[in-house]
């Protein structure tokens, strides 16, 4: 007998096809830079599981772990959001009421 086959192709995508849950890294370091720090952290760590997971067969927890890093990335866009708005709002406020220094003292 003469083995002179190819080796079948391996499947498509790991795990017998599935691919990794979206991991939001990119989202996650975004919300960190530019809105709220802390929950953009908890954001980025829950991103680093996502592969990692995945990578060891725990489906369900990749996909856990994805679904959180979404969740903290959105929560700390809208944090961000909302303390720039109050920001402004209050810049606004003190600049209408004349709270600003002035110097039109005399001498």
Known sequence: MTYNAPPPPPPSG???GSTPPPNNLVWAILTTLFCCLPLGVVSIVYAAQVNGKFAAG???GAQ???RKAKQWAI???VVGVVVLVLYIAFI???AASGGGSSSSTSL
Request: proline share 0%.
């Open 14 to 16: 790991a795990y017998g």
């Open 58 to 60: 725990d489906v369900a």
């Open 64 to 66: 856990e772990s994805s």
């Open 75 to 77: 929560w700390s866009a």
């Open 92 to 94: 606004v406020i003190v």
